[in-house]
């Protein structure tokens, strides 16, 4: 008896059986790792060094800051106006932050994902000279300004990192390659704490030469990154090169049948018609992708609002009650950034096998919970002895925790949540959500602090519960997903019917992508599989 064809849908299931099969067994290219730890080390290496690179020298550049005012007035700085030039000086960073948020979608369209990353070592150059000559030139504007240059770095190199990131990398290793951004981040913040050491660059005379460092992975990025390809997804999908996105498929993936992954990128395009790049407002007011914003912008408000900035608050003041001696409370210090690094290699090794979703919500979780025990050992630090020492475990799991998913994912989600027209304008709002946040918790965490005192952790504890409670509800898991099928799974929710799996697979059927010069028929090369 002749064996019964196989049905339409299941001819469909099988063939995404086979593609995620074939798929999975890919190996992880040295092009694809490249290209990764260098686009990430001329970006997030950078913004995580300059969450750090003030804290070490801040006694001496306070002094320097007196020293050039009184020169130049004739008296010496007074109390509130030192305390205001400070305060300008770390905020300002957010401010530059936002500034390149707000340009980054712009920028991302003209220069691609690459180009974007390459220019935008112009600025981290132009803030190095601003920073390393300020005072020699004696102005402390020059440091100012330079720190809000510095920041436009970061604005930029947060949207166009994770883009290119999740552009270039197959799906079942899109997790993993994505963390580079987070790892980079936290080894940027860990390489300020140790440069920041008195035996280091942490001394009156050589404080200037910490800001110089940052020359060095802008100009390692420049020299390096220009001899990896640019996001296939871009140069097929924007700029229309079929050659150019073969090539930079077969590099990446180091094969030279990238049939199926363009065949993917067609389907896509299929589907957008010849929708141009969206603008963030087009974006605001698309259904389409409501609940795909939302989630967005919760993910990166929580990411912010979440409380960690706040923990660096405390961890001197906790460490001192511990008894440790203030010369010794730098290197302790390093113990939060070592925790960082570590929680996000860890984070990026198992992101593939336990998923986005799950990551996130014991990340947030475990923040409360940790939160909620600091506060009781802060309210018990004077009654025994060895409670600051629990306070301290509690500060580095609360970091452990923030670096095992919500650290590193929100960006990761940024660029899988929508497909290639919404992205920019995505990353643009998702930016923009960041830095007026990052700024907020600047500006407003002092007052809190003041009224609330050691109960402050329990704003945090209510932000990260809630948070934990949406992204159960409504984020779908989106590990080794194409981005159509991510898009979909938000389909009902958005209330947009979503397109019958046929009628996809009819669509991925009657792309004919360019292989090797000629036009192909997929359905063809889908018998030959």
């Known amino acids: ?7 339409k849908g299941e001819e469909i299931g099988n063939h995404k059986m086979r593609v995620s099969a074939k798929t999975s067994g890919q190996p992880i290219t040295a092009c694809l790792l490249g290209a990764a730890f260098f686009g990430s080390l001329g970006s997030s290496f950078i913004y995580g060094y300059n969450l750090s690179v003030v804290n070490a020298p801040a006694l001496y550049i306070k002094a320097f800051y007196n020293t050039t ?11 509130e106006t030192s305390t205001l030039l400070w305060s300008v000086t770390v905020s300002v960073f957010s401010i530059g932050g936002l500034l390149g948020a707000l340009s980054v979608s712009i920028i991302l369209r003209v220069l691609g994902r690459k180009g974007t990353l390459l220019v935008n070592n112009g600025f981290a150059l132009l803030a190095t000279l601003l920073l390393t000559l300020g005072e020699r030139a004696k102005s402390f504007e020059m440091l100012i300004i330079g720190r809000l240059v510095i920041g436009v770095n970061a604005g930029i190199a947060l949207s166009a990192l994770p883009m290119y990131l999740g552009e270039i990398t197959p799906r079942h290793v899109r997790g993993s390659i994505g963390q580079f951004n987070s790892i980079l981040i936290c080894l940027g ?33 420049l020299c390096v990154l220009p001899f990896f390809p640019e996001s296939p997804r871009y140069l097929l999908i924007e700029r229309r090169d079929e050659a150019g996105a073969e090539k930079a498929f077969q590099r990446f993936l180091g094969k030279k049948d990238v049939s199926q992954e363009l065949e993917e990128v067609h389907a896509e395009a299929q589907t957008q018609g010849n929708q141009q790049t969206a603008s963030m407002l087009q974006l605001l007011r698309s259904p389409a992708v409501r609940w795909q914003l939302i989630t967005i912008i919760i993910s990166m408000a929580c990411y912010q609002l979440c409380g960690l900035n706040a923990i660096w608050y405390y961890t001197n003041g906790i460490l001192q009650e511990a008894g440790f001696a203030e010369n010794l409370l730098p290197y302790i210090t390093l113990s939060t950034g070592g925790i960082e690094t570590l929680a996000a290699i860890i984070s990026g090794l198992v992101i593939e096998r336990i998923g986005r979703k799950p990551l996130l919500i014991f990340g947030f979780s475990a923040m409360a919970v940790f939160f909620s025990l600091l506060t009781v050992f802060l309210n018990l630090q004077d009654t025994v ?16 925790s923030f670096c095992s998913g919500p650290g590193g994912i929100p960006f990761i989600l940024t660029g899988e949540l929508f497909e290639q027209s919404y992205r920019p304008a995505a990353f643009m709002i998702a930016g923009i959500v960041n830095w007026l946040s990052n700024f907020a918790v600047g500006l407003l965490f002092p007052f809190i602090q003041e009224k609330l005192q050691s109960f402050t952790f329990l704003v945090f504890v209510v932000v990260c519960v809630l948070g934990s409670i949406y992204l159960y509800v409504v984020l779908p898991e989106t590990k080794n997903k194409t981005f159509m099928d991510i ?24 792309c004919k992508p360019f292989i090797n010069g000629k036009v192909q028929d997929v359905a063809k090369m889908e018998s030959s599989f």
């Open 69 to 79: 005012w009184t020169e130049r007035y004739g008296q010496p700085l007074a109390v």
């Open 189 to 221: 913040v860990f390489t300020g704490q140790v440069l920041g050491l008195p035996e280091l660059l942490g001394q009156e005379t050589t404080w200037i030469y910490m800001f110089a460092f940052l020359a060095l992975p802008a100009m390692l990025q």
């Open 1 to 7: 008896m002749a064996d019964k064809p196989p049905e």
């Open 487 to 510: 898009s979909q799974s938000f389909a009902k929710i958005n209330k947009i019917p979503a397109p019958p799996i046929e009628h996809e697979m009819e669509q991925v059927l009657s």
């Open 385 to 400: 002895s060895w409670m600051p020492y629990l306070s301290y475990i509690c500060i580095l799991a609360v970091i452990a």
